[in-house]
């Protein structure tokens, strides 16, 4: 017997969907139509794959602030209007533009690609049809695992009753979303994989049972075979190391994406379309998928190797990578789970491999996260010292309220905790737009702390299920 359980070995793949909270705040290239394009080039294709066959067997986790504006009132009538207005109107210019200068060859990808917005707007309108949360419905089955509020950095958060608000916050809205159609069984997403064991109890107390850690220099760097067994902890929550000898086959700078037939994301046109390949050639549908196929076969037989002596492998991805980062991701997925078939790889829903394979004795991680190095400088360094501060001391006031904090404050807060601001600017994306949107995120909080109700908020859809009543009583 394997020390990860009896039998073959298996595969569980993770798709982490997250967008931070975008509603109302900004336009092109940032603001709400970063939704939008994940939503037309992700979500939806993904659909499809989910609902197909050995769908079933991916694990999604939503983040609760994606699954908030997902059902914001009007995403609709707004997310037609971009693929409709903006879209069309883009592609049409560019495609004039080309045929203009005598590349007919780039046009033609142009109009390839303006096609996938008319099937997305079509899709959507055939879930919304007589149902304003039809997308939300459609992902309900697949609903797996949730996240905190608004992807906080959790081992940075202040207070024990920040990290319950958080906690809360999140999971009350995805089991009062989601269970009925898919009752929750505990697995929580823990932001940028940020873990601390000081939050075990307060993550057991929440009803969390397991959650996804990178280890990767805990246990022994990329291929060591601690990565293939859940451990236990002292206060209960599994914690189960994502593995990076089969994630960096598709996620690291010499992954799959980068292969020369894929379309290239980063080399645009002039209204911000793809039309050439990464290898600088006009983009050629069908060598790509050819290429899809090439990559899943090698991609199941490199994870069927790693378990073939038995253990449990997690490939964990961010959902967004597929379709919207890499546009063929969505098609490898579909491909992957055929490959699996053929080759006889085990490819099992996280939920339930944690039910058949065991968990080892407890270890102590220390504190961790995906970051390089795995710590938290990436949210909590010199070039973003302002934001973490600016967070800690808004939850230290929010908190110093008590259940009598007016409810925008919390949501104020909760919006300023989301790890998203300091990303953006340890990575040097979206320029002044992270810095911007945590600075007012605080203003509006304390504005509501000195003026309860005085205001309607502009986070109008966030955590509406974040209850200050109950969350911050002593």
Excluded: N
């Amino acid at each position: 017997m394997s020390a990860a359980g009896d039998g073959p070995g298996a595969l569980a793949i993770v798709l982490h969907s997250h967008m931070p909270y975008v509603e109302g705040f900004g336009t092109w290239p940032f603001g709400e139509e970063w939704l939008f394009e994940a939503l037309a080039t992700c979500y939806l294709p993904l659909l499809d794959v989910l609902d197909g066959p050995g769908g079933d067997a991916v694990t999604l986790s939503l983040t609760p602030v994606l699954v908030d504006q997902l059902s914001a009132p009007g995403l609709g009538e707004r997310f037609a209007a971009f693929l409709k207005d903006v879209r069309r109107a883009s592609h049409a210019l560019d495609v004039d533009g080309c045929r203009a200068s005598g590349h007919d060859d780039l046009a033609a990808a142009l109009e390839l690609a303006a096609g996938d917005y008319e099937r997305a707007l079509e899709r959507f309108g055939t879930l919304t049809a007589g149902d304003e949360l039809g997308v939300v419905r459609a992902l309900a089955p697949h609903a797996a695992w949730t996240s905190s509020a608004t992807h906080a950095v959790l081992p940075l958060i202040a207070t024990e009753a920040g990290v319950q608000l958080q906690l809360r916050a999140g999971i009350d809205g995805h089991r009062e979303r989601f269970d009925a159609a898919r009752p929750w069984r505990g697995g929580f997403w823990l932001p940028e994989c940020a873990h601390a064991p000081w939050l075990d109890p307060l993550l057991e107390g929440a009803g969390v049972h397991a959650t996804c850690v990178d280890l990767t220099d805990v246990l022994g760097g990329h291929g060591a075979p601690g990565h293939l067994t859940p451990y236990r902890t002292a206060a209960g929550p599994l914690l189960v190391p994502i593995d990076r000898a089969v994630m960096e086959l598709v996620w690291s700078d010499g992954g799959y994406p980068a292969h020369g037939s894929y379309r290239d994301y980063h080399h645009r046109t002039t209204h911000d379309h793809h039309p050439w390949s990464v290898d600088g050639s006009v983009y050629d549908r069908s060598r790509a998928l050819d290429r899809v196929r090439t990559d899943a076969a090698h991609f199941v037989a490199a994870a069927r190797e790693r378990v073939a002596e038995g253990g449990l492998s997690v490939c964990a991805l961010d959902t967004e990578l597929l379709g919207h980062w890499w546009y063929e991701g969505v098609d490898w997925l579909a491909a992957v789970l055929d490959e699996a078939r053929v080759q006889g790889l085990r490819i099992v829903h996280l939920d339930d491999a944690l039910a058949e394979f065991p968990a080892a004795d407890p270890i102590d991680p220390g504190t961790t996260s995906w970051g390089t190095p795995r710590d938290l400088s990436t949210w909590d360094a010199p070039a973003v010292a302002d934001l973490a501060w600016q967070a800690r001391s808004a939850e230290l006031a929010v908190v110093a309220a008590g259940p009598d904090a007016d409810p925008r404050a919390v949501r104020e807060l909760l919006a300023l905790q989301s790890s998203d601001w300091a990303f953006m600017v340890t990575r040097t994306l979206a320029g002044e737009y992270p810095v911007e949107r945590a600075a007012g995120h605080h203003t509006a909080l304390v504005d509501a702390l000195r003026s309860p109700g005085s205001a309607d908020p502009a986070v109008r859809s966030l955590a509406p299920y974040a209850r200050a009543a109950t969350l911050l009583a002593p």
